[in-house]
């Protein structure tokens, strides 16, 4: 709300750490809880088909198979890290592309760290609750931790990893209360409702009765969440990306990849990709990683169709989308309304 993306950058930079510290402290406070240690939880996991065998690989089981799990996992970080504005501002905020590209290297070191520690969590805490029968009846296994470090770490220790789950949430927030809000207000609010003469305004007035608006919406849904004891929230969160997001996804594919996509076939993409996601998860039932895969692949392959279909009906584009795709990337970019202008 006060400090722009610098604070929310920062903020992250904090609590990133706090919870790095407290899922470290979980994962080695879980393990010594248990009765035999290491062992024990080494043991319940190959007792009960914890890690991966060859039955991980086969389609159209119970679970997602690996390859559906890995395939869905791409095209839902496409999404994260093209489509989705509170990753893109990240990007801007560098001085050259070097430099947003060193990030994402730096993301994909530290993922290669935290992927086994949270999933480390989960198979402990299962290792714990398997021999210890201490969970109440209908317990909402999606709070199984904060309910593990309040009823079973010592004090000091579980407050920490409640400020860990905290900042997981609030890192996850600000960054995306802060993209919507400059959305809003450059993408909306400055594009279609430009100030009247010619006069300037400015935008951080508007942009905080965003960050409020929006913050008290994300609010109610928290609420309703729990008031519905709201179960699997992460194959929810999965769900609606699949849906909304990663057809967005597949409108950046076909930007990047193509030089025939025009508007319409790409808004038509967009909506028949997620209307073919929704299908196949509410009727045919897919597991969250197959309807992303549907998501993109359909957004792509229609959006491509449909521009291909319609391309004698689109007007003639002010600007030269050459150089925004891969077979101009060292083209130098044109808005031809500009060019001519000065001619």
Not at 114 to 130: D, E, N, Q, W
Request: aromatic content about 12%; charged content about 10%.
């Amino acid at each position: 709300f006060l400090g722009g993306m610098e604070g929310v950058i920062w903020s992250d930079v904090a609590q990133a750490i706090i919870l790095l510290i407290g899922a470290a402290v979980i994962l080695i406070f879980g393990i010594a809880a248990i009765d035999g240690g290491f062992a024990t939880v080494a043991a319940d996991a190959a007792a009960d088909d914890k890690f991966i065998s060859a039955d991980n690989w086969t389609i159209g089981g119970a679970a997602a198979a690996i390859p559906i799990i890995f395939l869905g996992s791409v095209f839902n970080n496409l999404h994260q890290y093209t489509a989705s504005q509170d990753v893109v501002q990240r990007y801007q905020t560098t001085d050259a592309p070097g430099g947003a590209a060193r990030s994402l290297m730096v993301n994909g070191f530290l993922a290669l760290l935290t992927i086994p520690l949270f999933y480390g969590i989960g198979t402990v805490l299962y290792s714990y609750y398997r021999h210890a029968d201490a969970l109440p009846a209908d317990f909402n296994t999606s709070a199984i931790v904060p309910y593990f470090a309040v009823n079973v770490l010592p004090a000091g220790i579980s407050g920490l990893l409640i400020a860990a789950i905290f900042a997981a949430a609030q890192s996850t927030i600000s960054s995306s209360l802060n993209s919507i809000s400059a959305c809003v207000t450059v993408d909306i609010r400055d594009r279609f409702f430009p100030p009247r003469d010619g006069q300037a305004r400015s935008g951080v007035g508007f942009s905080r009765f965003v960050i409020i608006a929006v913050g008290a919406a994300s609010v109610a849904v928290a609420l309703y969440l729990v008031a519905t004891d709201q179960a699997e929230t992460w194959d929810l969160f999965l769900s609606i990306t699949g849906l909304f997001g990663v057809p967005l996804a597949g409108v950046f594919a076909l930007g990047i990849f193509t030089k025939r996509a025009n508007t319409f076939g790409v808004l038509c993409g967009l909506l028949f990709g997620a209307g073919l996601a929704w299908y196949v998860q509410n009727v045919v039932g897919l597991n969250p990683f197959a309807i992303s895969i549907v998501a993109f692949v359909a957004s792509v392959v229609l959006g491509y169709v449909f521009s291909v279909l319609t391309k004698s009906f689109t007007l003639r584009t002010d600007r030269d989308v050459l150089p925004l795709t891969i077979y101009g990337k060292r083209l130098r970019y044109t808005d031809r309304r500009s060019s001519e202008l000065t001619h």
